[in-house]
């Protein structure tokens, strides 16, 4: 692995025209967990916004309880959000999240596109992962922790084998390191775009992008659920996120969530 340059605060703050996002930030050379962490500050009080940072993880975490491998080079973080909305809105901070990842990736003319519900691939290949933790009270969000990792200048030969073939790397696509800072920055713009879209309840801006984005719709996938395993062709999303399916007998699934694996398009 090539030497890396650090992804200091004062240099992702440079220029940053924010507001929300990147006022607050926790820097850390090595970490458990960055959702870890910001799960702790935001039950401290901590203010939307904040974000957590590493350059490395020892215990990263995926979804499903899964390991996230967090390698140097790459871009580990997290962030708290306090969003006055029924916690039924947070499938769209995930959402808004991967739109965010994905227009960030495409900044740098990689042609990202999101698995539903928040993977974003290159040649359906995984580049980056969303884990969203939410703390609720009745029916009112605490807050949100939303934890993103882009394998960004990372060696594919961190990759674990049984990954291999569906994982990629900024570096591996573009065959040179890219700058984290500027990576970070583009993202952070995005998310302060379209997570403001989202607290004024313009939900349809964030679904139409999502659409827009999308590498699932119109293909045909396999979804597995904790209690099911179902196949058929993606064909929309409705406006709370979930997947609409229409199997081969032409009747319609709505799916919540699960697994996702594209199978083909046509
Ligand atoms: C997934 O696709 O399974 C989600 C992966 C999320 C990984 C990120 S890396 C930063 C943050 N801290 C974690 O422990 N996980 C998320």
């Known amino acids: 692995m090539s030497v890396q340059d650090s992804i200091f605060p004062e240099e992702i703050k440079k220029n940053l025209n924010t507001t929300i996002f990147g006022e607050k ?4 050379e090595e ?31 995926g979804r499903l309880s899964r390991t996230w491998i967090s390698p140097r080079g790459g871009l580990w973080f997290s962030f ?21 990842v994905a227009k960030a990736i495409r900044g ?24 969203t933790e939410m703390d609720t009270d009745s029916d009112v969000v605490n807050y949100i922790v939303v934890g993103v990792g882009i394998n960004a200048n990372v060696d594919r030969t961190v990759f674990l084998e049984e990954f291999k073939d569906r994982t990629t790397s900024l570096k591996e696509e573009l065959k040179t390191d890219i700058s984290r ?11 302060e775009h379209y997570y403001t879209s989202f607290k004024n309840k313009d939900f349809e801006c964030v679904i139409s992008e999502w659409k827009r984005l999308s590498g699932t719709l119109g293909s045909h996938v396999r979804i597995e ?42």
């Open 80 to 100: 708290i959000l306090r969003p006055q909305m029924s916690p039924k809105k947070a499938p769209i901070v995930t959402l808004l999240t991967g739109v965010a």
């Open 25 to 28: 930030f926790h820097y850390f």
């Open 225 to 266: 659920t904790p209690a099911e395993e179902i196949e058929g062709k993606a064909i929309d999303i409705n406006p709370d996120g979930a997947l609409i399916l229409e199997l081969s007998d032409g009747s319609k699934k709505t799916i919540f969530a699960g697994d996702c694996t594209h199978a083909h398009r046509n």
């Open 181 to 191: 800072v500027d990576l970070m920055q583009s993202f952070l713009q995005e998310m």
């Open 108 to 131: 740098f003319g990689l042609d990202a596109k999101i698995k539903w519900p928040n993977d974003v691939l290159i040649n359906e290949r995984k580049v980056s992962g969303i884990l």
């Open 31 to 61: 970490v458990g967990s960055t959702n870890r962490i910001a799960r702790e500050l935001a039950d401290d009080g901590a203010k939307e916004g904040t974000v957590v940072i590493c350059e490395t993880q020892s215990d990263g975490r």
